[in-house]
């Protein structure tokens, strides 16, 4: 069953440092997302990517986050210079890019910022 | 901002019976309505999902009710098993553009032998 994977399952990283978390989504699948959530807090909606540009993005989203899709078949979010509050679970997830399609989520990312 | 409140953190069952997890959004905009499953240290799994447009939708041991007037929903498990047990997470989205979904807060079933 095809599925969305993220590497690295881990990431710790001091503040002020860049990141880059990448995913790879289902391969036929055109939208593409990332989703955060805090320990003890809901899953936010970070960002949706359609087509080579960002469609909708949240204001959590700021001018510190960035997504490429460099190639094909990668997707990532970039954070620039990473703050303590940045530390949290990050979902990548796609979708076939019809209405009222479920998103597929990949296993996530742990971010630690120290 | 809770467009998607899911009221009780937590719920225990035991198994065979049935388990009912409750979800209430806000947004009448919302016209699509999901059903999530998370275990720890993975990401979210599908489960089922309704379009406002109906009612109810069942699969298998899963049936999603939603009551538009009452801007609620919810999920039954029959008969719940002990593999059952992880956070459930309601989430919503609007038809309009790409497919934001809004989250609930997450209900930690856990069936009981």
């Known amino acids: 069953e095809p599925e969305v994977t993220q590497t690295p399952s881990h990431q710790v990283t001091q503040m002020g440092q860049e990141v880059i978390l990448r995913c790879v989504p289902i391969?036929?699948?055109?939208?593409f997302y990332w989703y955060r959530q805090i320990l003890g807090q809901k899953v936010e909606f970070l960002v949706s990517?359609?087509?080579?540009?960002?469609?909708?993005k949240s204001e959590i989203f700021d001018d510190q986050f960035s997504v490429e899709r460099p190639d094909g078949s990668n997707f990532t979010l970039k954070i620039r210079s990473t703050k303590l509050e940045d530390s949290a679970m990050y979902f990548c997830?796609?979708?076939?890019?019809?209405?009222?399609?479920?998103?597929?989520f990949g296993q996530g990312t742990r971010l630690t910022v120290v | 901002d809770q467009q998607v409140k899911q009221n009780s953190p937590s719920l225990s069952v035991q198994e065979g019976r049935i388990s009912i997890l409750n979800c209430d959004y806000t947004?009448?905009?919302?016209?699509?309505f999901l059903w999530y499953k998370k275990y720890p240290a993975e990401g979210p799994t599908f489960l089922i999902s309704?379009?406002?447009?109906?009612d109810k939708n069942e699969d298998g041991r899963f049936t999603v009710f939603l009551n538009k007037s009452a801007k609620h929903l919810s999920l039954h498990i029959v008969p719940s098993q002990p593999g059952d047990s992880a956070v459930y997470f309601c989430?919503?989205?609007?038809?309009?553009?790409?497919?934001?979904?809004?989250f609930g807060q997450g209900t930690r079933l856990t069936i009981n032998p």
């Open positions: 391969s036929n699948h055109l939208y």
């Open positions: 990517f359609y087509n080579n540009e960002i469609s909708e």
């Open positions: 997830a796609s979708s076939p890019g019809q209405q009222n399609t479920e998103a597929f």
């Open positions: 947004n009448s905009m919302f016209d699509y």
């Open positions: 989430a919503a989205s609007a038809f309009e553009g790409a497919q934001k979904l809004v």
């Open positions: 309704i379009s406002s447009i109906k």
